[in-house]
């Protein structure tokens, strides 16, 4: 059975820094696609991070330079760091598997959601 269980959510000030960490079950992370999306009240879902099966990574513009995304193959989990946040970046933060080893937005949809962690960035 394919779990996502995510953990390291909370509040922070603006410019400070969260980890976020995503412990997979029931697969192994190594052979998938892994991905971090957001969402806000009232907003669209959107794609922050990816991760493919040979750690080829990619980035929403508002995080370049700011969130790394990451995975210890060993422990069978994902991370999210993120760094100078600010308060645009509150959100739900989801890990997501797709049912495909690379990242490729043609490809097969993301089909598996973790519970969801909350990020609060006051000003």
């Known amino acids: 059975q394919v779990q996502l269980v995510e953990s390291g959510g909370g509040s922070v000030q603006a410019g400070g820094s969260l980890k976020l960490s995503c412990a997979a079950s029931g697969f192994p992370i190594i052979t998938y696609c892994m991905a971090w999306f957001r969402q806000d009240s009232g907003k669209e879902r959107e794609e922050v991070a990816s991760i493919d099966m040979v750690s080829k990574t990619t980035y929403a513009d508002a995080v370049k330079g700011r969130f790394t995304i990451s995975k210890d193959n060993a422990k069978n989990s994902l991370y999210l760091q993120m760094n100078s946040l600010k308060p645009e970046d509150t959100a739900m933060y989801y890990c997501?598997?797709?049912?495909?080893?690379?990242?490729?937005?043609?490809?097969?949809?993301?089909?598996?959601w973790g519970q969801g962690t909350q990020v609060t960035v006051s000003s």
């Open positions: 997501a598997r797709k049912n495909w080893g690379y990242c490729y937005s043609d490809g097969p949809s993301y089909n598996s």
